[in-house]
């Protein structure tokens, strides 16, 4: 892990450019070293009132966990949450609290996943994105996106394969390159994974070995499946919804245009029935992270990956 965080290099001129945005009085400080690095960046940088990437707007941001208040809970829900600590694979959380998690997988790409971050943000819902390591090295502005909106993350392997399949040393690396591809991106080492599949078999001592969470899901929208159609897949979450539930749906891998229609009306059904629409750290209580980036491990927040 050391090994790990220390591998991670940052650009002096991004990350002093990412430090004024969140304190503008380090923007005083003009140093040589610095304006030089400015100068021989980009023509906007000469502008440093006027940043306009976008990411500048959206930095990273810090990531709080708050567990909740062991007075709101009784003694079941309690012994739940507890339980889930031990449990090697969690599928859903409590059935006595009335919270529920919508996760995404296999992106993030540049084409379904800003349509459902649009629709999350419109209502104010929080998902949890299992992300694929090559998608996010192919578009890691929009992994930038998820995190800045306050969306959690986790692993979901490099490439996609069939753990089964695998080597130990094939699948360490299928893990590790994700993790390094997301920490690079967006300074956090992920605790929650994954499998592709829900296909573990074999890896799973190596994985639980590695410190991850392993996460499946209790409600399969099934809306990898060719065909099918929008209202397939909100039928089969209203069918199968309880509370505690991980539903799984994608925002990559294929033709998600179903899932993004299905959606808005998907988040209304579960808000109308009393459900809280959760990231999996707050539903399962247990942190999404393995540390907080710090001003030395924070990657740019200007755009630059
Ligand atoms: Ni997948």
Redesign the pocket.
Known sequence: MSLFLSGCTTDQADQVHNEQQKHPSSAETNHPQDQKQYASGSKQNADQQKPSKPAVTNPIPKYEFTPVNPDTLDQKQSEDLARLKDQSVIFNSSRKIKKVALTF??GPDDQYTPQILDILKEENVHATF?V?GKMAHKNPQMLKRIVSEGHIIGN??WD?PLIPKLTQKQLESELERADQEIYKIIGYKVHFF?P??EAIHGGKEQILAKGYQIIDWDVDTED?KAGRTPEGIYQTIVKEVQPGSIILE?CA?GDRSATVKSLRKTIQYLKNQGYEIVTLDQLLQIPAYENTPTKENTPPADGRV
């Open positions: 997988d296999d299992f694929v979901h392997t996609h994954r592709p599949y990898w994608h891998g």
